[in-house]
Structures are given as structure tokens and as C-alpha cells.
């Protein structure tokens, strides 16, 4: 080759022999003999088995090629393995020694190891277990995320909860005569009618009774205002209205608005009506519009004396009911259980004293749908409301234990006196109601439209008697 070939003392070509170290040479170093021969600077070489030749000292490992010997220069790395330097066991530092094996039994042999960096380029086992984990992570990420996605938007492989029914429960069906079913045909037929006025804005509520925009309120609503009115629909939105008529002693007003579209309500018969029957008041109880409260018919023809401080004395017979009405209800409908409109609201008793804030505690009461809506066309024909009579003035209770109210003067051409009723005459009973007070037979009367026959059963002495009277008009 040119120079002096360095080998570590293996003959690779010739197997099954034992390879002969190489020595260096150099100053002070013997050459080396044959393997096996004695000389100078030949190690002893050991008995099989390991025991050392007899008479000679421990045998000593000679020292690697291209370590340096004593006394002289070293030469070339070896070309061994590619990791002998790293390996313990080939430290040309380290003494020389045979070390025998020990006896392993059989059955306890370790298992081989593999050197996992024998394969060069291969790569390391974390390396492999880190790919997949980041992998599995990401894809668990993404896949919470698309779940949260579906799941809020009620997508496709969102957990779904519970089981689904085949039909929906009955109460949930909402039908046309359940409670809900019933506020949701009435709430588009109602309004809040506001009122302005020196004082500021009132509000109160109203219903929509035809198709060309005329509302019934409460006149109390509209008490007091500068005659401008609006009207806040179901859906919001707002309209002028002008006012009609109003009837300060049946407590109705009317007022129009102009717009297409719209909804009147069912009207109901309040003579039908029974205590007990399911009931709802609908309004703006203290702003609060589309309020739906729910009740019962808690008594009939229950006379009422109402007014304020100076203005007209309103009598009605009305329909007490327990559903929860409060102010802003005024004006609005009360329907019944098939969401036909049978009264207006009106009047609500409260345990509160004069000029304080008054409050339900479910006693309200409202004008029976059939006076209300005569008064209704009145007013909407001719511009106000007829007064029904019966041509007699009462004069306070009746004497004696069966009650009753006595009467102080009869018209001579009036409708009492038609009947045959006298001053003094006791009147017991109007189409079977019976009379305690004088307003008793005032509120009575009045619910009546002007023509209409009622009997009356009078007291006139110790004799009772009964009557017809055909009610009239007032003449004014």
C-alpha cells in the first residue's frame, strides 16, 4: 500500500484462531516471538481454562493497538468496531484478565437485548411513541371541537338527551280551548290605548271591536285628556286614534283608529255566563303590555256604585271575578274559557285607604260584555249612549224583615206606573234578584237595553204582588 500497514492483530481471513496482539516497537521493547514462545517481552500465555501457565506470573493483557507503550510513541486508531472507544470493556487502560463465565442454569438464561441503536439512522422508541400521542391529542381536540358545534347548533352527532316521544303530551299541544290556546287567539285583538294629558300620559288598555278600527275602552281611561289618543298594537306598533264617544255613567268609550288589517274580537253572552266558569283578564296592568292574568267567575250582577270625587256615579251589575287586575287592566277584555270577550274590566276593591295606591287582592269587576257592547253601538250611531230607566225614583230600604227598597216617586207616564207600581210600593225582586239597597235596583236596570220586559215582585202592605215592566229610555 506504501507505508506501514496498522491491524489490531486479527487475521480476518483465517478463522478459528486466536488473533496475536501486535506490539509496538521502539526503544526498550523486545521484539515479539511466536505466539506461545518464550522471550523477552512475550506475555505468559494462559492454561485453558484460565489458570496461568505453572511457574509463571499472571498473565498480563496486552495493551490495544494504537495505545501508546511505554517509553515510545503510539500509533493509528484501530479500525475495530465503530464503538470501541465507547465500550467499557476494550479501555486500553484496563488490566488484562480472563474472566470465565459463570455457570447460568438452565431455564434462567436472560432474555437478549436489542441494542436499539444498533441499526444506524433508525429511530429512537420515545421518538416513536411521541408521534402517535401528539396525533391522538389534536385529534381530540378537533373532535371536541366539532362536538361543541353540533351540540349547540343541534347538529348531527350531538348527544341527544331523554328519548323522543311519538306524539307530544296533551298539554303540550296547546289546544285551541286550553288557556293558552285562548291567549294566543285574543292578544292580537288587544291594545294599550294611551292618553295625554296636562298632567302628563295615562295609560290603560282596550280591545279592537270591528274590522274598520274601533276600539272599547273604559271612559275613565280617557277622563281628564286632552282628546288626543294613540294605540300600541300586540306587535308594537303604534297608531293615532281619535275619540268616538264616551258614557261617563256606564263607564264605555269608544275611539277609532285608522288601519287595515286588523282583528276584532268574539263576543261572548254575559247573561250565559255561571259562577265558577274559567275566566282571563287581558291588558297592561302598570304598563306591562299582552299581560294575560287567569280566574274564575266569582259572582254575577254584583251591583256597583264607582266614580270619583266630582264626577259622574257609575252603576253597573257586574261579573266579579278573582283573576289578578290592576291599574292599566281598565278598559281591556275579559273573555271566557272559548276566548269570547263577556266583559270589560273595570273596578277592582282594595283594602288601601282614600288616595293611596290600590292593589288586586282578587276582587275584580268588570261590565257585563252585553251592556257594553249596546252602549258600544250607541255611541258609534249616534254619537252617545241611551239610559235605560225603569220611571221611578227609590227612596231608601224597605221596612220589615223581607228587605227589599222602597219607592219614593213613580213618573205618571213612566214605565212603573205602565205596571201598576205605586209610591210606597216595596220592590223585592227583579228577574228574581233580590233588592237590599237602592243601587241594587239602579245597577240592575241598567244592564238591561231599553224595551226589555223584566218581572218584579213588590211588597204593598202585607200583600206581595208580581209585576211586568217593559224598561224605556231615558229622554234625555
Do not use: C
Not at 384 to 407: D, E, S
Amino acid at each position: 500500500m506504501g507505508g506501514t500497514d496498522v491491524t489490531d492483530g486479527w487475521d480476518w481471513r483465517r478463522g478459528g484462531e486466536t488473533p496475536a496482539p501486535v506490539r509496538p516497537t521502539g526503544a526498550g521493547v523486545p521484539p515479539a516471538g511466536p505466539p506461545g514462545a518464550p522471550g523477552a517481552g512475550s506475555a505468559p500465555v494462559a492454561a485453558p481454562g484460565g489458570v496461568p501457565a505453572a511457574g509463571g506470573p499472571p498473565p498480563v493483557a496486552a495493551p490495544y493497538a494504537g495505545s501508546p507503550a511505554p517509553g515510545g510513541s503510539g500509533v493509528g486508531p484501530s479500525p475495530w468496531w465503530s464503538d470501541a472507544l465507547a465500550d467499557p470493556w476494550r479501555d486500553p487502560a484496563a488490566p488484562a484478565a480472563v474472566v470465565v463465565p459463570a455457570v447460568v442454569a438452565a431455564g434462567t438464561e436472560p432474555e437478549p437485548v436489542t441494542d436499539p441503536d444498533a441499526s444506524p439512522g433508525r429511530p429512537a422508541l420515545r421518538h416513536l411513541l411521541l408521534i402517535p400521542l401528539i396525533t391522538a391529542l389534536l385529534a381530540g381536540a378537533l373532535g371536541g371541537a366539532l362536538g361543541y358545534t353540533f351540540a349547540v347548533r343541534g347538529g348531527a352527532g350531538a348527544t341527544v338527551l331523554g328519548q323522543e316521544a311519538a306524539q307530544p303530551p296533551a298539554l303540550a299541544q296547546r289546544k285551541p280551548e286550553s288557556l293558552a290556546g285562548v291567549a294566543e287567539r285574543v292578544l292580537p285583538s288587544v291594545v294599550t290605548v294611551r292618553v295625554s294629558s296636562l298632567g302628563g300620559t295615562s295609560e290603560g288598555s282596550g280591545f279592537i271591536a270591528s274590522a274598520d278600527g274601533h276600539v272599547i275602552t273604559n271612559d275613565h281611561v280617557l277622563a281628564g285628556g286632552s282628546g288626543k289618543a294613540s294605540v300600541v298594537f300586540n306587535d308594537g306598533s303604534t297608531a293615532p286614534a281619535t275619540v268616538v264617544g264616551q258614557d261617563p255613567e256606564s263607564d264605555i268609550a269608544v275611539i277609532k283608529v285608522s288601519r287595515t288589517g286588523l282583528r276584532p274580537v268574539e263576543f261572548g253572552n254575559s247573561d250565559a255566563l255561571a259562577v265558577g266558569d274559567p275566566v282571563l283578564a287581558v291588558g297592561s296592568p302598570l304598563s306591562l303590555a299582552n299581560t294575560v292574568t287567569a280566574g274564575i267567575v266569582s259572582a254575577l250582577d254584583r251591583t256597583m256604585q264607582a266614580g270619583e270625587p266630582g264626577g259622574p256615579v257609575r252603576y253597573y251589575a257586574a261579573i266579579q271575578t278573582d283573576a289578578a287586575v290592576n291599574h292599566g287592566n281598565s278598559g281591556g277584555p275579559l273573555v271566557d274559557g272559548a276566548g269570547r270577550v263577556v266583559g270589560v274590566n273595570s273596578t277592582i276593591k282594595s283594602l288601601v285607604a282614600e288616595g293611596q295606591e290600590a292593589g288586586n287582592i282578587g276582587l275584580a269587576f268588570a261590565i257585563p260584555i252585553n251592556q257594553a257592547k249596546r252602549v258600544t253601538q250607541d255611541i258609534i250611531g249616534t254619537g252617545k249612549a241611551r239610559r235605560t230607566v225603569i220611571g221611578a225614583q227609590v227612596g231608601g230600604p224597605g221596612a220589615g224583615a223581607g228587605g227589599g227598597v222602597r219607592l219614593a216617586a213613580v213618573e205618571p207616564s213612566g214605565p212603573a206606573a205602565g205596571a201598576g207600581l205605586r209610591v210606597g210600593d216595596v220592590i223585592l225582586k227583579l228577574n228574581g234578584r233580590p233588592m237590599t239597597e237602592p243601587t241594587d235596583l239602579i245597577a240592575l236596570v241598567r244592564k238591561f237595553a231599553p224595551g226589555s220586559v223584566v218581572t218584579v215582585e213588590f211588597r204593598r202592605g202585607s200583600d206581595r204582588q208580581n209585576t211586568s215592566v217593559t224598561l224605556a229610555a231615558d229622554a234625555k
